[in-house]
């Protein structure tokens, strides 16, 4: 199985099971994504670009993959979030090298023609 369907297999077993077990946060949940995963101020492109920093820094593997693959399906081009990855190194420093290699991982496999 590959990296990026592992971890995205992983992320749906979370939801359901939060679903499952504690309805009323995962609506809650649900109804906070809606509301901040539209289109504003900022394009969902980029939301999902902003988002991709934030969970690089964060070092939450999960998340970087859903919101690389996202970014993708919003228009985002590889250039651009290679670049936001390098801010990401930036700003968090040594820490956060190692976990940009699981972004990069992610962009490459999710970009392979």
């Known amino acids: 199985m590959s990296y990026v369907r592992e971890i995205l297999r992983e992320v749906s077993y979370a939801f359901k099971s939060l679903d499952k077990h504690t309805p009323e946060v995962a609506e809650a949940f649900k109804s906070l994504l809606e509301a901040t995963l539209t289109e504003g101020k900022l394009t ?25 693959k996202k970014a993708l399906e919003a228009g985002a081009k590889p ?6 990855i390098a801010l990401t ?25």
């Open 44 to 68: 969902l492109r980029e939301k999902e670009l902003v988002l991709i920093g934030i969970s690089v820094a964060l070092r939450c593997e999960p998340c970087t993959v859903m919101h690389i």
């Open 79 to 84: 250039e651009e979030i290679a670049e936001v």
């Open 89 to 113: 190194v930036l700003m968090g420093g040594g820490p956060v090298v190692t976990s940009s290699a699981k972004a990069f991982k992610a962009l490459e496999e999710l970009t392979k023609k």
